[in-house]
Nanobody
Framework: QVQLQESGGGSVQSGGSLRLSCAAS????????MAWFREAPGKEREGVAA??????SYAYSVQGRFTISRDNAKNTLYLHMISLRPEDTAMYYC???????????????????WGQGTQVTVSS
């Protein structure tokens, strides 16, 4: 059974940093295309970072501030966030795809396994 469990969210001030973790079970993270999405109140879920065999992809709004990585020994996906802004406030979700190739790595429809989310709140 595939499970994704996010952690590491919290409340920080503008300019602060957080590292989100996504512990995976039921599959090996090194073999799947994975991503982080976020959903703010009243807004659609958006992809912020993804990683596949070709490397990472980032949404324009987080480039230079967010870094996606995975520790295959721990079977865990990470999202390291720096220079956080109030507009980064959202519920953050980890996702994994069973597709061998993901054409649009930041699009929700590419992923079929999701975690429950972890809340990130950035105050000004």
């Amino acid at each position: 059974q595939v499970q994704l469990q996010e952690s590491g969210g919290g409340s920080v001030q503008s300019g602060g940093s957080l590292r989100l973790s996504c512990a995976a079970s039921g599959f090996t993270t090194s073999t799947r295309n994975m991503a982080w999405f976020r959903e703010a109140p009243g807004k659609e879920r958006e992809g912020v970072a993804a990683i596949d065999k070709y490397g990472p992809s980032y949404a324009y709004s987080v480039q230079g501030r967010f870094t996606i990585s995975r520790d295959n020994a721990k079977n865990t996906l990470y999202l390291h966030m720096i220079s956080l802004r109030p507009e980064d406030t959202a519920m953050y979700y980890c996702a994994a795809s069973t597709k061998s190739t993901v054409v649009a790595p930041l699009q929700e429809y590419e992923y079929n396994d999701w975690g429950q989310g972890t809340q990130v709140t950035v105050s000004s």
